[in-house]
């Protein structure tokens, strides 16, 4: 009894194992198809060209503007200010209440 019983937990192992990786290749190639069908990798190569570009923007010798128009969200108040007095307002508002206008 003890042979059948090796043979037949030797088999086992080795469906199990092929059923493995039968599942590893199933999933690999289901994988390519969901990133080709959803455009994944169109969608990676587009944002490390942005990250690029970001950091192009940010490495070149971009200046900040002199003056900016504030607004209070809650108040509706606006008032122009320097950019160092924005970047001090911004630092000091902890509710988020005072945001640039666009020119």
Not at 10 to 31: G, K, P
Not at 81 to 88: A, P
């Amino acid at each position: 009894m003890s042979i059948l019983a090796n043979i037949l937990l030797n088999d086992s192992i080795t469906i199990f194992v092929i059923a493995i990786a039968v599942f590893i290749i199933l999933f690999l190639a289901l994988r390519e198809v969901n990133c080709w069908y959803w455009k994944i990798n169109e969608r990676i190569g587009l944002q490390k060209e942005t990250n690029s570009l970001l950091q192009k923007m940010l490495l070149s010798n971009a200046q900040p503007p002199e003056r900016v128009i504030i607004k209070n969200t809650k108040t509706g108040d606006g008032k122009i200010v320097s950019y160092e007095e924005w970047l001090e307002i911004k630092r000091s508002d902890k509710n988020g209440d005072y945001q640039i206008v666009p020119n």
